[in-house]
């Protein structure tokens, strides 16, 4: 779910929080923390704002938003597809089930589709590898998969 930054009343409850955490120290990871919930991502116009009220250059926002991998840049899908890289996918054809998911959904891996419905990440091991290749869209988890059972699985999201 994602929040336009220029949504009043979640821009005011925002603003109120860094008003806060401006008090103690260290507030910037807090801030970014709150911002990724509040508006489901550190967009730029989220860090001009951050930047703005903290009266810190962009270059220190964007520095923490890009090293921590907790923070997203752009607001993710409605749902998340996890493919499983792990070993015992990788030499069940795992790539290959990717590289379907890629082409029917028309992003790149670590993408997310125009329409915000699907991102698309691969990932490491899911926990059952019995069930190689692997993926997981949300929380269900699809096993045994070739690529042409992509079509049929993505067609249970739409
Ligand atoms: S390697 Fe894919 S689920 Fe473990």
Do not use: W
Not at 14 to 31: T, Y
Not at 46 to 60: K, T
């Amino acid at each position: 779910m994602t929040t336009a930054v220029d949504d009043k009343a979640v821009r005011e409850e925002f603003i109120r929080f860094i008003e806060e955490q401006k008090k103690k120290p260290g507030p910037l990871m807090p801030i970014m923390q709150k911002a990724q919930s509040l508006f489901g991502a550190l967009t730029i116009e989220v860090q001009e704002l951050i930047s703005e009220q903290l009266g810190i250059p962009m270059s220190d926002v964007y520095g923490v938003a890009t090293f921590y991998s907790q923070f997203a840049l752009e607001p993710k899908g409605e749902h998340i597809i996890s493919v499983c890289m792990g070993t015992a996918c990788y030499v069940r054809n795992a790539e290959k089930v990717l590289d379907r998911l890629s082409e029917e959904l028309g992003v790149s891996p670590g993408g997310t589709t125009p329409d915000r419905k699907f991102t698309l990440e691969p990932t490491r091991c899911l926990g059952c590898c019995g069930l190689a290749p692997v993926i997981m869209i949300d929380d269900q988890v699809f096993g045994r998969l070739t690529p042409s059972d992509v079509p049929e699985v993505l067609a249970k999201f739409k």
